[in-house]
């Protein structure tokens, strides 16, 4: 065990900083936003970070990335939250990205990564369905066999962002199906399609993220499968699993602390400042020790999975991190629209114009929304209840 | 940041392992002098106790292969090591200037043959080294010690202790002989089988010999001391409540009502898989600290040990008290390795300061730094760099 910090952390912390300074735009600079920026947004943001080479900040080198080590990651997610960039494409970089260096042919990463790197395609992620969010298996989208095409028919429900996606990977099956876990197909569709239908799902969030994207006989080529026909299952697994250390959302925690610790300092409670509060003060300590022992879990995850022998140990581990990391997303956001006082209250997504809201930084219209998007974060993802479920089998055999 | 251990920490961890289960006999009764000596002599011997001090100060092995000794005690539910009354007086010592009698002392105290115990704690200030309210009187280093420190750790075999009191304005730590005129102690047995004393001063004098550090450096000292022995306490903590999830999982797969294993409830499942997730929370805390003990200054120390203890602290009373619930009546019986853990559990969240202590002392911190505009700007200033 080597618990020394990478010596050259700071160096690189500097250089991220000094490339913000010079490279963001200010009027892309603290945007509100839920989850994902607006697609012009990321596309822009997008250019700014390829042309310096940094299109990829976690991908291998060999797929065009920056090839940055996991601390570097964070410094690098870090650095962007403070500095208020928008997102990348978080679809296409944490998910679809790692998905097809593990199972994608040649062809599929020749045809979709360069334009990953120079924001032309966003991508969407279709797994879940109306009758179907933690039981997968029990999706009713077909894939039906129509030559060298599959001909894809259902209804792909709670969708993020898929009204400003170029591209969807998604599940679906084909009849009959062996045994319940068989049939599966991942598959790369174009958006573009014909037979493709999107319906805004509205959410308590007011914001547009949710979707239903409805497939009539969409005619998906076989060379869009990702991994074996019928092994879809497998797939599917193996990107839930990696996906839980990205959904602990450590900069948005870090953020969070920073906008508590902002607000504490210049807003007042009968007549004192928040932090001036006894109570206030021990919360948002005991809020700063969860997040700094998040960040060690963060860096425990991200050396385990290196290490392909560990994949069991790995797999608890994440779920755990899964676990506690979104339950404190919730407690920090709610403690955050505490501390805006009778703004909590209103719902409106601009502040010019209340006179509660004076006082106030800029952050502090978007805490509702990220407030009630937050409730999702303990279903999206494997729900707790799942990763509870994932723990008792994968860590005490149950 | 690497988190598997090296082959070298490896056979550190399973000759820890191994000594302390092929001798589990001797070594059980927390309380019990023999046992207590056996310990001693061999942690001594293997040149444990010394582990963590700089190798010029007679240690030999780093805060990370301490952390592995306690983890592995702990597992073992042996709590009567002097793993953690080492750690505290001797890291005390290292951290106060070069004396001789300091050194004296901690070359005996390293090779077993002076038992020593950092006396900090008073019944005012809760586990925390501040406010002193023992007096040293008298001139320069010609002092006369005043006062009455609470939970030493350590019975009446202890030889010698660190004491911290107030000399006119300032912090001053002194060694005092256990026999010295003027001292009485009282003995008692805390509820997880450990021993302490009470002691009481009543013009104990020391001379400018046993003078270690005064000023600012001794409250630092003292401070230095005390992060490490939290660090130390945590690792045991970590060691004893893995031992504690063990054996409730092995429990619930055992035992058999209305005809199926209790583990195949969901409820009691995803009341253990919560317990996991806490204790790799709180795990993970004391590794920031064993890398900040590593790798950071004093005053981050200090912050990420208050962290540490506050976290480790309330989830070693969350899980135990869960353990209790989901093994029922029988964990009530007297000296069930789940009873003496959960007893653990409440010594350790009173000595070194408890987690409210601990979390009330970081607001004060945070309201003396977020409440000035400078300092403010200074914590925010990732947000602030940009124009």
């Not at chain 2, 409820?267 to 790798?295: N, T, Y």
Request: proline content about 4%.
């Amino acid at each position: 065990m080597d618990l020394s910090p990478d010596p050259d952390l700071e160096t690189f912390r500097n250089e991220v900083r000094g490339f913000l300074r010079r490279e963001l735009p200010p009027e892309i600079a603290y945007r509100p936003r839920v989850f994902m920026s607006r697609r012009e947004d990321i596309v822009r943001w997008q250019t700014i970070l390829n042309e310096q080479g940094w299109g990829a900040p976690s991908w291998p080198k060999e797929y065009g990335g920056a090839g940055w080590s996991p601390q570097q990651c964070l410094v690098f997610e870090e650095e962007c939250v403070a500095a208020g960039t928008p997102t990348q494409d978080i679809v296409g970089q944490k998910l679809l990205g790692p998905l097809l260096q593990e199972f994608g042919t040649p062809d599929q990463i020749a045809k979709h990564f360069p334009p990953i790197l120079r924001g032309e395609s966003i991508w969407a992620h279709g797994f879940s369905e109306a009758q179907a969010g933690s039981d997968l298996a029990s999706i009713r989208t077909i894939a039906a066999q129509d030559g060298d095409d599959y001909l894809v028919s259902g209804t792909k429900k709670w969708i993020s962002y898929a009204h400003q996606a170029d591209w969807i990977f998604m599940i679906a099956r084909t009849l009959p199906y062996p045994d319940r876990r068989g049939g599966f197909h991942v598959l790369l569709v174009d958006m573009r399609s014909v037979g493709i239908t999107i319906a805004p799902i509205r959410t308590v969030a007011r914001f547009h993220h949710l979707n239903e994207v409805i497939f009539d006989a969409v005619r998906v080529p076989k060379a869009n499968l990702v991994g074996e026909a019928g092994k879809g299952w497998t797939v599917a697994r193996h990107l839930l699993d990696g996906s839980h250390a990205a959904v602990a959302d450590l900069p948005s925690l870090r953020a969070y602390l920073w906008q508590m610790k902002e607000l504490s300092g210049n807003q007042t409670a009968g007549g004192k400042l928040l932090v001036e509060g006894r109570e206030f003060a021990i919360k948002l300590g005991r809020f700063e020790a969860e997040v700094d022992a998040i960040t060690m879990m963060v860096a425990r995850v991200a050396a385990l999975s290196q290490i392909p022998e560990r994949a069991a140990e790995l797999r608890a581990l994440s779920s755990m991190l899964k676990l506690r990391s979104t339950d404190l997303q919730q407690r920090m956001i709610d403690f955050l629209l505490e501390a805006i006082g009778d703004f909590g209250a209103v719902e409106t997504d601009t502040i010019e114009n209340d006179p509660t809201a004076a006082s106030l930084p800029g952050f502090a219209g978007n805490i509702a929304p990220e407030l009630f998007f937050r409730r999702s974060s303990t279903i999206y993802g494997g729900s707790s209840e799942i990763q509870r479920a994932i723990i008792a089998r994968s860590h005490f055999g149950m | 940041m690497r988190f598997d251990l090296s082959d070298a920490q490896k056979a550190l961890r399973d000759t820890v392992r191994h000594d302390l289960a092929e001798h589990a006999k001797h070594f059980a009764d927390s309380a019990g002098a023999a046992s207590r000596d056996a310990l001693r002599r061999h942690f001594a011997s293997h040149g444990w106790l010394g582990a963590g001090l700089p190798p010029e100060r007679g240690g030999g092995r780093d805060i990370v292969d301490l952390a592995i000794i306690a983890r592995e005690c702990g597992r073992q539910l042996i709590f009567g090591s002097d793993l953690l009354a080492t750690a505290l007086v001797s890291q005390t010592i290292v951290a106060c200037e070069e004396r001789a009698s300091g050194a004296r002392n901690l070359r005996e105290l390293v090779a077993g043959e002076r038992i020593l115990s950092l006396a900090y704690g008073e019944p005012q200030s809760r586990g925390m080294p501040d406010p002193i309210a023992t007096r040293a009187e008298g001139a320069n280093d010609d002092l006369s010690l005043f006062g009455l420190k609470s939970l030493v750790i350590g019975g009446t075999e202890v030889d010698g202790y660190v004491v911290s009191a107030i000399s006119g304005e300032e912090t001053v730590l002194v060694l005092v002989d256990a026999k010295a005129a003027g001292l009485s102690r009282t003995q008692v047995r805390l509820h997880d089988g450990t021993l302490a004393c009470h002691i009481e001063l009543d013009g104990v004098l020391v001379n400018a010999d046993d003078v270690l550090s005064r000023g600012a450096g001794a409250m630092a000292a003292l401070r230095a001391g005390i992060a490490r022995g939290i660090a130390v306490l945590c690792s045991e903590l970590i060691g004893m409540l893995e031992n504690t999830i063990e054996t409730t999982a092995a429990y619930l797969k055992g035992r058999i009502q209305f005809g199926v294993p209790l583990s195949s409830f969901q409820a009691l499942q995803h009341r253990l898989a919560d317990m996991a997730a806490e204790l790799e929370l709180a795990r993970s805390s004391l590794l920031g600290l064993l890398s900040a003990i590593g790798h950071s200054d004093e005053e981050t120390i200090n912050y990420r040990a208050s962290q540490t203890k506050s976290l480790v602290g309330r989830a070693a009373k969350q899980i135990c008290g869960e353990a209790i619930q989901l093994h029922g009546a029988v964990a009530m019986v007297e000296d069930s390795a789940i009873g003496r853990a959960y007893k653990k559990s409440l010594v350790s969240d009173i000595l070194l300061g408890g987690s409210n202590g601990h979390d009330a002392q970081r607001a004060e911190e945070l309201q003396r730094r977020l409440s000035t505009d400078e300092l403010r700007w200074l914590e925010l200033l990732p947000l602030w760099w940009m124009p």
